[in-house]
């Protein structure tokens, strides 16, 4: 039998914070994890962890300057903003015919992408630019009368789905090509390994342009750490009724413009949801709003798994700091609900909004009288390994005369009931 394999530590010493820049203000929980089965993992992001390489760490909510809140879309029922649509036109316009002017469609993306100042002097060449998309329409509106197989997805109000957008983008006489490459990071496929260093050096790039940081800190042994290894145990499964299997584990996928490497989604495939890990991506492209497309082409991922497994159906964007503008971005992809820390349920990030705007860390689910039975721990039934071998915490403590019921009731508080009865916590 197959286990996760994790060790606890517990300490809570506070430290730097790199989204308010507080001293010592910094309080979470970690673990090592050994390794990660993905139905073990799922639990954990569901109670409100996260890992970075193989540490995985939950923030301690009521103490920590940034209260970090889970965050993920409903990619089943998602809708397109005005802003996220300008963004995919914006990509379309670029691949089509080479555009690079970003004020007619600008977009705000974690606040890394600025938009416009002032009057716009390319106005002309947006309005030539409709022209163009409007053509482009009626030519696949041509398409889609002749092949019905390829008649594109549209939500009941007639808008433009997700899929359509994509779809237009890719045309084979388009200039520009655009390819998506999945590629498992974990253990690292051949093709994983034959980009490894075109795709390191893009991440140097990505480092110090965007974030400052110098060669050094980027180095071939870092990125691994942080964005290769991972304790994810890679898995097929099968799906019912079909000959088709999925995937989980973790990846990169990447983005390649004619043969050239630009940008890669590190993300993480679970049994109910696609996790954004990390994105980095060529800054001389920046002007195509590239955070905000790699999120839409996950969303697309999501809905794509969905078909082949119904309970696949989220886009899970890490943390939401309600204080941080960088992060406003991830509110924007509706649906999307927020983790409350006390119950460990899924709330509207409209209706949390108000709470949050009145105090930083707030209780999201509004039944007062809601809690959560996942937290309720018999202790005995906890499982660790100890000398290698997997036994319940009653029988550790009885064998090795431990007394540590209080550490491990506290790990098991952390991660919930099922995953303290499912995952082995290593003890020394």
Avoid at 371 to 395: P, S
């Amino acid at each position: 039998m197959k286990y996760s394999i994790v060790e606890y530590m517990p300490k809570y010493e506070g430290y730097y914070c790199g989204y308010c820049k507080g001293n010592n203000t910094n309080h979470s929980t970690g673990m090592w994890a050994h390794c990660l089965l993905v139905n073990d993992y799922q639990e954990l992001i569901d109670r409100g962890w996260r890992r970075s390489g193989q540490y995985c760490y939950k923030p301690k909510m009521t103490v920590t300057c940034c209260p970090l809140y889970t965050i993920r879309c409903d990619a089943a029922n998602f809708k397109l903003s005005k802003s996220q649509k300008k963004v995919l036109k914006r990509i379309s316009k670029f691949l089509r015919d080479g555009s690079r002017s970003s004020r007619c469609d600008s977009e705000e993306k974690g606040g890394l992408d600025s938009p416009g100042v002032g009057m716009d002097s390319s106005k002309p060449q947006c309005k030539k630019a409709k022209l163009i998309r409007l053509e482009k329409r009626l030519m696949k509106l041509k398409q889609i009368q002749a092949s019905k197989d390829d008649e594109p997805i549209r939500h009941s109000s007639g808008e433009k789905s997700l899929e359509e957008f994509i779809r237009e983008s890719a045309n084979e006489n388009f200039p520009n090509q655009l390819e998506l490459k999945l590629v498992r990071c974990s253990p690292q496929s051949v093709e994983f390994t034959e980009t490894f260093d075109v795709s390191h050096s893009l991440y140097q790039k990505y480092q110090a342009k965007i974030h400052n940081d110098s060669p050094m800190k980027c180095s071939k042994e870092q990125f691994k750490r942080f964005l290769v290894h991972s304790p994810l145990r890679a898995e097929e499964r099968s799906v019912e009724g079909t000959d088709d299997t999925i995937g989980y584990g973790s990846f990169h996928q990447q983005y390649w413009l004619n043969g050239k490497l630009i940008a890669v989604g590190v993300i993480d495939i679970l049994p109910k949801c696609v996790s954004s890990v990390y994105f980095y991506y060529d800054p001389d492209y920046a002007f195509l709003s590239l955070g905000t497309y790699s999120s839409l082409r996950e969303i697309e991922m999501v809905r794509s798994l969905t078909n082949l497994d119904p309970e696949l159906q989220y886009y899970y964007m890490g943390f939401y700091i309600h204080s941080c503008p960088k992060m406003r971005y991830k509110a924007k992809f509706l649906p999307s609900f927020l983790l409350c820390p006390e119950t460990y349920t899924w709330n509207s990030v409209e209706k949390s909004k108000p709470k949050l705007d009145v105090s930083k860390y707030a209780r999201l689910n509004e039944d007062i009288r809601a809690e959560n039975d996942n937290t309720i721990i018999n202790l005995g039934d906890v499982l660790v390994l100890w000398r290698n071998v997997a036994m319940t915490q009653e029988t550790y403590k009885h064998k090795s005369r431990a007394n540590d019921d209080s550490q491990v009731m506290e790990y098991a508080q952390r991660v919930g009931r099922r995953a303290a009865e499912s995952m082995l916590l290593y003890r020394p």
